[in-house]
């Protein structure tokens, strides 16, 4: 099965990529669906009907690779990541926080995540609950915003980045933090913040009204998730042993290789087609995250003099975490620079602002996904390219206002997320508390929380 | 009868025990430790930030040995696990009390 998901996946690949090199040649953007549909029956190929939806096969087959390959970052993807990075004694309360956030959401999302956040747009706040259940999605159901798709494998792919979204922020928290709080916690904030800022910048919410670019998630998922990072790691206060000891990094580099795998679907899958689209984003989430490993490698060797592997796998991280925004719009002079920013920016606020300033986000996940995040935000209102997107003009091609709409999405997530993580953060101290206590703590929370160890030696 | 215990640097393990061997030790029992000394820890970097390791890995080998040739295993482990820096570990002497081998029975310097 995997060997055939990772086959398909090589021959689609390789189909969006050449018809993104035909779309290159022939500049004018044209219609996706007359130069897709390579072997598909006459009937597709033959006249592109102007109004009605209508499912497109090669479309629907990239889509569903796409949300599998997304689910990969999550499990195993980033609880492998976030696994090797913690202590001996913390690695599988670590993973079980990705584990169990993707069942979470899954349940959560086809109740009512979808339809809240995918529903009718009301006030450009919030979607209706005329979907909850998944009530009137059937199989030949097409959604507004996919639609060469069915709408079950666009509620599903979006499903997929509730869940990473959700689980990124566990980095900041892992080492003290209940088991049971995570998994409150995990519910309020899909439920209070991913669904509506994901609204407002991808369900027709007032973001995406005022024009923000957002192609793949850097406001949605990385800077929502990054800021609730910090402001949680800031509520539960510094670990007792506040250093960074990975248990395995060898499990960190194959969590990293994942993510980076994965991440194709991500960016790539963005296009919602299997188009030239997706192919310019494929190449930038690759041409960016080799970038911003290589720049972080070379930052740090002239700071601490070390070339760490460890530095590699963050600064791939780093890397696709500020392409993310811009995939499907910069080209690829853009998507180099981001990435050779995306190796030094972070960097720094991992190695020097935040032990400056002292709070403790145990894996980093503001310092790589937060602050990347809003590097991406704002780069992709500098390098957003038109003739890459019709949809992104920035800066360097004579649209200022893009980098000023930019920042304005940064700064209502940034407080948007931050006050209400802040605040579920309260409910739940109240509840069952934040913190397992000290003695709990030192003898690590795979035993006190599980009752298991990750390693038997 | 002598058991020895001796803490030196891993990269050392291999020399020591094939001289050891050469001297006509049959066997020994090989532990990977951690402790502290005079050599002070080292420093990892995670991300930028260095940490202090305060436990070095060693290696602590154990043997029992006739009286015989006590002196001639000292010689050969200060020999072969010396580096001359700083870590090069510690030697310690103990006296047995008996050596039984298990599946004979044998006791004393017939067991070891």
Known sequence: ?457 | MKKVEAIIKPFKLDEVKDALAKIGIYGMTVTEVKGFGRQKGHVEVYRGTEYEVTFIPKIKIEVVVPDAIIDKVITTILEKAKTGSIGDGKIFIFSPEDVIRIRTGERGEAAI
């Open chain 1, 1 to 457: 099965m995997k060997r055939f998901t990772v086959l398909t996946f090589l021959i689609l690949t390789l189909i969006s990529g050449l018809a993104f090199a035909e779309e290159a040649a022939t500049n004018p953007p044209t219609p996706p669906a007359a130069e897709q549909a390579v072997p598909a029956p006459a009937a597709t190929t033959v006249e592109a009907a102007p109004a009605a939806p209508k499912i497109d096969t090669g479309d629907t087959a990239w889509m569903i690779v796409a949300t599998a390959l997304v689910m990969l970052m999550t499990l195993p993807g980033l609880a492998l990541f976030y696994g090797g990075l913690a202590k001996r004694k913390d690695t599988l309360n670590t993973m079980a926080m990705s584990f169990v956030t993707y069942c979470i959401v899954s349940l959560l999302w086809v109740m009512y995540g979808f339809s809240f956040t995918f529903g009718t747009d009301i006030g450009g706040f919030i979607g209706s609950p005329g979907k909850l259940f998944l009530s009137g999605v059937g199989v030949n159901s097409i959604n507004d915003l996919a639609k060469t798709i069915p709408e079950y494998i666009f509620v599903i792919y979006q499903l997929t980045f509730a869940a990473i979204t959700v689980a990124l922020a566990s980095g900041a928290y892992i080492e003290r933090m209940k088991f049971s709080a995570w998994v409150i916690f995990s519910v309020l904030w899909m439920t209070l913040v991913y669904v509506p800022v994901a609204h407002w910048v991808w369900g027709g919410g007032f973001l995406a009204k005022l024009g923000a670019l957002d192609f793949a998630g850097g406001t949605v998922v990385h800077i929502n998730a990054g800021i609730a990072a910090l402001v949680g790691a800031l509520v539960l206060g510094k670990r007792k042993e506040a250093s960074l000891k990975p248990s395995n990094l060898t499990l960190v580099i194959t969590g990293a290789g994942l993510l980076w795998f994965g991440w194709f679907g991500f960016n790539a899958g963005s296009a919602l087609a299997a188009n030239g689209l997706a192919g310019a984003a494929f190449i930038n989430t690759n041409t960016a995250t080799a970038m911003a490993a290589i720049s972080w490698m070379f930052t740090e060797w002239m700071h601490t003099k070390r070339p760490t592997v460890l530095g590699l796998a963050s600064g791939a991280v780093a890397g696709l975490v500020a392409i993310t925004p811009a995939a499907g719009f910069v080209n690829i002079n853009g998507a180099l620079i981001i990435g050779i920013l995306a190796g030094i920016v972070p960097y720094f606020a991992v190695a020097i602002i935040k032990p400056k300033l002292g709070y403790d986000d145990s894996l980093d996940a503001f310092g790589i996904h937060g602050v990347g995040g809003m590097l991406g935000a704002i780069l992709t209102g500098i390098f957003a390219d038109p003739s890459i997107n019709e949809a992104g003009k920035g800066l360097l091609y004579g649209n200022p206002k893009q980098l000023l709409t930019q920042l304005i999405a940064v700064a209502v997530t940034v407080i948007y997320s931050g006050v209400v993580t802040f605040i579920i953060f309260m409910l739940v101290k109240v509840f069952v508390g934040v913190r397992v206590d000290a003695e709990h703590e030192i003898t690590g929370l795979d035993e006190s929380q599980h009752g298991e160890k990750a390693y038997s030696l």
